[in-house]
């Protein structure tokens, strides 16, 4: 994993194992699991059973091959762990030494070595919400890098005190604390019974988790950072399936959903979208459209940092669209150019490698042609820097609409006993940070 990937999967799987802890659940659902990272860690780590489920047969494979390989070196670290424990007075090694030896073993043990929380963890979320809660989380925060994983990040810091009932279930948390505070130990071995199997399956709001998990029970599904509709339907799989008991989603490709109301002029044969999802931007018949859709993807956190946008490639792209429109009468094409910008040397080899990759005649323009555009609209790049840094500052009110729209969605289920907007993870590294997390009502 990455250094994005790696903080990510931490933090989640931290939360995670916090609800499954609470509802004494050990069958997690990892919708959108793709190359099984987050799936991996929770069943290797924390000994849950995950089935990790993607819509990808190459995913599915490679996640197999990967948590194969996985295991090998897991179960190789806890025998090297173990023997040192053993050895006459071993002092633990350097911390330059640690990483060394972690890289050897892959980028998963990394994860595992470091045991420091990094991003802030905060609540935003209705009106509704428990003040005490929020209370709780406001005086956790600016604390949190200093504490380790097995005190920082706990569901009950979040709970509100009366989001439940007293059930045996809760009584029984005590003893669920213990095995929670075992399983964090990074020298512990998983038991035999963790399992992590990947499935091919294409999720959707009607998907039958029965047909695709044989032996499903009691469980929670996760999804760290589901494209498009997936988000929104892993909330609906929570809402309507009985054997769900709670859900921790982080969603992303905001451009990907589908709108309601975004062609109000075309019929569709689909009845269930991806926004809006709660009843009062139904009614509104509430529209973004894929513009804002994708301005709600840009990073105001990066940008804030110094980390910029890339107005060169931005500009290269607009000038092409120019040519194109002009020199070939096309307006929209279903092909794209794709993230070629890295692999120019100029603009000038910048479009000859875009008409190529659309498959337009190269020979329609000539080199003076390209230049000429180029230093046409050179002057006019300031302005598209400005339009897009205006975009980069309206992205997270875009993104925020979305998002609220779900947790209202799920503030509106009668069976739901909780429900939050929590930011997850630091939004330098890892844009797409916010977390909804919602849970049942305990029988």
């Not at 990074?186 to 709001?205: E, G, M, Q, R």
Request: with cysteine.
């Amino acid at each position: 994993m990455n250094t994005k990937k790696s903080h990510e999967v931490q933090a989640m799987s931290e939360l995670i194992c916090s609800i499954a802890d609470y509802y004494g659940l050990k069958q997690i659902i990892d919708v959108g699991s793709g190359k099984g990272y987050l799936s991996s860690f929770l069943s290797l780590k924390y000994g849950l059973n995950v089935y990790g489920i993607d819509s990808s047969n190459t995913n599915t494979h490679g996640a197999k091959e990967r948590n194969r390989k996985l295991k090998k070196h897991w179960n190789l670290y806890h025998a090297q762990t173990r023997g040192d424990a053993h050895g006459p007075a071993l002092k633990m090694p350097e911390e330059k030494e640690v990483q060394k030896k972690v890289k050897c073993k892959g980028d998963f043990e990394s994860a595992l070595k470091n045991t420091l929380l990094t991003q802030d963890l905060s609540a935003d979320v209705l009106p509704e919400f428990s003040k005490s809660a929020g209370s709780v989380i406001r005086q956790r925060q600016g604390n949190l890098h200093a504490q380790p994983l097995e005190t920082a990040l706990s569901l009950m810091d979040i709970l509100p005190v009366d989001a439940f009932e007293p059930t045996l279930s809760q009584v029984h948390n005590t003893e669920m604390s213990e095995v929670r505070k075992q399983r964090r130990k990074v020298t512990s071995k998983p038991s035999d019974s963790s399992i992590y199997s990947p499935l091919t399956s294409f999720i959707t709001a009607d998907s039958e988790l029965h047909d695709i998990v044989k032996d499903l029970e009691d469980c929670l599904v996760v999804g760290l950072h589901t494209c498009g509709d997936l988000a929104p339907n892993t909330l609906r799989i929570f809402a309507s399936k009985s054997e769900v008991k709670g859900v921790c989603s982080v969603g992303c490709c905001y451009h990907l959903l589908s709108e309601e109301f975004e062609d109000q002029h075309k019929e569709y044969a689909q009845e269930i979208w991806g926004f809006p999802m709660c009843r009062y931007l139904k009614e509104e018949r509430w529209c973004c459209g894929r513009n804002a859709r994708m301005s709600a993807c840009l990073a105001l956190e990066r940008v804030a940092v110094g980390q910029g946008l890339p107005t060169e490639s931005l500009f290269y792209r607009a000038v092409l669209q120019n040519i194109i429109k002009d020199y070939y009468g096309i307006t929209k094409c279903d092909r794209h150019v794709g993230k070629i910008y890295s692999k120019c040397s100029s603009f000038l080899d910048y479009v000859r490698m875009s008409l190529k990759k659309l498959g337009l005649d190269e020979s329609k323009v000539s080199e003076e042609i390209i230049m000429d555009y180029y230093e046409k609209y050179k002057p006019r790049m300031n302005e598209l820097e400005a339009f897009n840094m205006l975009k980069v500052v309206l992205a997270p009110c875009i993104e925020t609409l979305i998002l609220l729209d779900r947790l209202c969605y799920l503030k509106e289920q009668e069976d739901v006993a909780w429900s939050a907007l929590v930011k997850l993870f630091d939004p330098v590294q890892s844009p797409r940070c916010y977390a909804l997390i919602a849970l049942k009502k305990q029988r």
